[in-house]
T-cell receptor, first 117, second 114 residues
Framework: DAGVIQSPRHEVTEMGQEVTLRCKPI?????LFWYRQTMMRGLELLIY????????DSGMPEDRFSAKMPNASFSTLKIQPSEPRDSAVYFC???????????????FGQGTRLTVV | QQQVKQSPQSLIVQKGGISIINCAYE??????FPWYQQFPGKGPALLIA?????SEKKEGRFTISFNKSAKQFSLHIMDSQPGDSATYFC?????????????FGKGTKLSVKP
């Protein structure tokens, strides 16, 4: 398996523009997570899905952020309108339901580095 | 109560030495404690993980020590190598069947000098 695939790897956009980040989870994984990483706040969970259904979006910072998972192999995180303070690295991760320590780990993608100018 | 506090923020160790990173948590409902390793430009990758029913877990040169009563856990890297230079994150979760809903520490940047 190719792992969790995120696109684009880098995105530079102007303030006020809409930004869409994409994620393809590992096949067979039923959980998908969106994280944001900044120097100030570290790694923060934004939202996660189970079987394509949003379970907890309490980490989404504002209504400008939205996420969808239309099917088991694709998810998007959208920011509209974008602001300079949204600049960060956004990670997607996936995992599968299980009971052991070693078979339910979360696998992270390479991330999308977003810069809003 | 949801925080995971990690220290030190940065660590410099000589090749062959022992690297020790510590974490503390508040929420006693946490039941999964992983350590992630992150190299520049890459996503975090699971290094080793433990559940609170054991006090220690060892995988190669990496060991987690877990103290349930003190609500602390630590990562020990024996015989540290320059290739271990990375940022290490402790984390905690109480999500039962899925271990991706993680509360992360702020990270420790480890530099191993040759």
């Amino acid at each position: 398996d190719a792992g969790v695939i995120q696109s684009p790897r880098h995105e530079v956009t102007e303030m006020g523009q809409e930004v869409t980040l994409r994620c393809k989870p590992i096949s067979g994984h039923d959980y998908l997570f969106w994280y944001r990483q900044t120097m100030m706040r570290g790694l923060e969970l934004l939202i996660y899905f189970n079987n394509n259904v949003p379970i907890d979006d309490s980490g989404m910072p504002e209504d400008r952020f939205s996420a969808k998972m239309p099917n088991a192999s694709f998810s998007t995180l959208k920011i509209q309108p974008s602001e300079p303070r949204d600049s960060a690295v956004y990670f997607c991760a996936s995992s599968r339901t299980g009971t052991g320590v070693s078979n339910t780990e979360a696998f992270f993608g390479q991330g999308t580095r977003l810069t809003v100018v | 109560q949801q925080q995971v506090k990690q220290s030190p923020q940065s660590l410099i160790v000589q090749k062959g030495g022992i690297s020790i990173i510590n974490c503390a948590y508040e929420n006693t409902a946490f039941d999964y404690f992983p350590w992630y390793q992150q190299f520049p430009g890459k996503g975090p990758a699971l290094l080793i993980a433990i559940r609170p029913d054991v006090s220690e877990k060892k995988e190669g040169r990496f060991t987690i020590s877990f103290n349930k009563s003190a609500k602390q856990f630590s990562l020990h890297i024996m015989d540290s190598q320059p290739g271990d230079s990375a940022t290490y994150f402790c984390a905690a979760s109480n999500e039962g069947g899925s271990q991706g809903n993680l509360i992360f520490g702020k990270g420790t940047k480890l530099s191993v000098k040759p």
